[in-house]
Each structure stands twice: as structure tokens, then as C-alpha cells.
């Protein structure tokens, strides 16, 4: 027999559904966006600054994956609700970018060119898929649900490593055609 979940556990269970059903279709949305907003030249920038916090976010995760070995939560948590943030951070540049910028065409050519669009492709497609993993894994810690946590943890940071580490593989193949 299925039990009934509490009322706040329905509440937040509601809102990550949400979340990661929204936040994919905003920035999906937005990216169709033909008119894009003047907000100066300084957004040119941002993807450069993109390449950094998914450089750094791939560095947490191992240090955070690393405490928790250790079995130093304190030092776990902190690295993870800062990888978090950048992550947020992350998405807000991201499609700041993308509201003010043309997409970058990738101008690579030969057998490097396959390569960038499968990586670009699993990197897309895995970033949609993590952040309903992500949320979860984050609420399950800070409401003290260490085994759902830790159940969640097994397919979110393989999924959100790769997404981090495939967003600077990316960002480093396409840098040399941004414009600016």
C-alpha cells in the first residue's frame, strides 16, 4: 500500500517538476528569440565567463564527491551548494547571452566537426536531464533525506559532471569564431 507523502514533500516535489519543466522551455524560448536586446558590448564577454564557471563547477563537483569520501559533510555541503550557485549563475549568463547575441556559428570543419556537434548534442540534451536530478538532490540534503539524497546523487553527478565538463570541451572548440 503507498503511503501518503506530507503536504510539504508534495509542495516541493510540485515545484521541482515545474522548475525543470520551465526553466528548459524559458531558455528554449528565449534562444528563438530573432530580436535581441542592446545591453552593450559587455555581454560579448559572457560566454568567456561561462567557459569559467562550468571550468569551476567541473572542480567542485569532484572536491565536493571527494569530501564526501572522506566523510567530511561539512566541507561536502559547502562545495555543493556553491556549485549550485555556480550553476544558477551559469544559467542566468547563459541565456543573458543569448537575449542580447547572435548564436556563434561553429566554423570547424573535417572530423573535429562531428565531434563538436555530438558533444554539443549529449551536452544539451544531459543539461535538460540534470536539473530535475539536481533539484531533487539538493532538496533531499537540505531536508535531511540523506538516503533519497544519496539515491538522487548516483545518476545526478555523473550527469551534471559530464554537462560541466563537456560545457568547457564545447566552449573551447567554438571559442576562436565568437566575434567581439
Same mark, same amino acid.
Given at each position: 500500500?503507498? #503511503?501518503? %507523502?506530507?503536504? $510539504?514533500? %508534495?509542495?516541493?516535489?510540485?515545484?521541482?517538476?515545474?522548475?525543470?519543466?520551465?526553466?528548459?522551455?524559458?531558455?528554449?524560448?528565449?534562444?528563438?528569440?530573432? $530580436?535581441?536586446?542592446?545591453?552593450?558590448?559587455? &555581454? &560579448?564577454?559572457?560566454?568567456?565567463?561561462?567557459?569559467?564557471?562550468?571550468?569551476?563547477?567541473? @572542480?567542485?563537483?569532484?572536491?565536493?564527491?571527494?569530501?564526501?569520501? $572522506?566523510?567530511?559533510?561539512?566541507?561536502?555541503?559547502?562545495?555543493?551548494? #556553491?556549485?549550485?550557485?555556480?550553476?544558477?549563475?551559469?544559467? @542566468?549568463?547563459?541565456?543573458?547571452?543569448?537575449? &542580447?547575441?547572435?548564436? #556563434?556559428?561553429?566554423?570547424?570543419?573535417?572530423?573535429?566537426?562531428?565531434?563538436?556537434?555530438?558533444?554539443?548534442?549529449?551536452?544539451?540534451?544531459?543539461?535538460? /536531464?540534470?536539473?530535475?536530478?539536481?533539484?531533487?538532490?539538493?532538496?533531499?540534503?537540505?531536508?535531511? %533525506?540523506?538516503?533519497?539524497?544519496? $539515491? &538522487? /546523487?548516483?545518476?545526478?553527478?555523473?550527469?551534471?559532471?559530464?554537462?560541466?565538463? #563537456?560545457?568547457?570541451? /564545447?566552449?573551447?572548440?567554438?571559442?576562436?569564431?565568437?566575434?567581439?
Amino acid at each position: 500500500m503507498e #503511503t501518503l %507523502q506530507p503536504v $510539504q514533500e %508534495q509542495k516541493a516535489n510540485r515545484v521541482i517538476n515545474i522548475l525543470s519543466l520551465a526553466i528548459p522551455i524559458a531558455v528554449a524560448i528565449l534562444l528563438g528569440i530573432r $530580436q535581441k536586446v542592446d545591453l552593450g558590448n559587455w &555581454t &560579448t564577454y559572457l560566454p568567456h565567463i561561462n567557459g569559467i564557471i562550468n571550468s569551476i563547477t567541473s @572542480v567542485l563537483l569532484l572536491m565536493g564527491f571527494y569530501f564526501i569520501r $572522506q566523510k567530511n559533510i561539512e566541507a561536502h555541503k559547502r562545495i555543493m551548494l #556553491t556549485a549550485f550557485a555556480l550553476g544558477s549563475l551559469f544559467l @542566468v549568463s547563459y541565456v543573458l547571452y543569448h537575449l &542580447t547575441n547572435e548564436s #556563434t556559428p561553429y566554423g570547424g570543419q573535417g572530423w573535429i566537426r562531428p565531434v563538436y556537434y555530438v558533444l554539443l548534442i549529449s551536452h544539451i540534451v544531459l543539461s535538460v /536531464v540534470v536539473v530535475w536530478f539536481v533539484l531533487r538532490a539538493v532538496y533531499f540534503a537540505i531536508s535531511g %533525506q540523506i538516503l533519497k539524497h544519496k $539515491q &538522487t /546523487v548516483k545518476y545526478a553527478f555523473p550527469i551534471w559532471l559530464y554537462v560541466s565538463i #563537456t560545457g568547457v570541451i /564545447v566552449y573551447l572548440m567554438i571559442k576562436p569564431y565568437y566575434i567581439h
